[in-house]
């Protein structure tokens, strides 16, 4: 059993930066790819962003690619979202997802382990 536990989420303006990270217990953290999603009100989950086991790779959104970053720390079982330049459209819950590959992944439902989400609201 994995667990997941998101934070950092909160109120920001457009234009400012937000830093989510996520707190993962339960297995041997740094053999596995992880990912962040979001899902904003009324609209599907989608995908954000990847990292694989080593942090060597990393994927991400085309709407999200040169304003985020997505990194991990394999020593301390965490991997955070650096989130720069928001716009309102980034407001959704955001969602640390961890799988049992080592390489990271876009599609959602190869993710075995979610969190319970962070709030994370863009004011224009």
């Known amino acids: 059993q994995v667990q997941l536990v998101e934070s950092g989420g909160g109120l920001v303006q457009a234009g400012g930066s937000l830093r989510l990270s996520c707190a993962a217990s339960?297995?041997?953290?740094?053999?596995?790819?992880m990912g962040w999603f979001r899902q904003a009100p009324g609209k599907e989950r989608e995908f954000v962003a990847a990292?694989?086991?080593?942090?060597?790779?990393?994927y991400y959104a085309d709407s999200v690619k040169g304003r985020f970053t997505i990194a991990r720390d394999n020593a301390k079982n965490t991997v955070d979202l650096q989130m720069n330049s928001l716009k309102p459209e980034d407001t959704a819950v955001y969602y640390c997802?961890?799988?049992?590959?080592?390489?990271?992944?876009?599609?959602?439902?190869?993710?075995?382990?979610w969190g319970q989400g962070t709030q994370v609201t863009v004011s224009s």
């Open positions: 997802a961890w799988r049992y590959y080592s390489g990271g992944s876009l599609l959602q439902g190869s993710y075995d382990y």
């Open positions: 990292i694989n086991w080593s942090g060597g790779s990393t």
């Open positions: 339960g297995r041997t953290f740094s053999r596995y790819a």
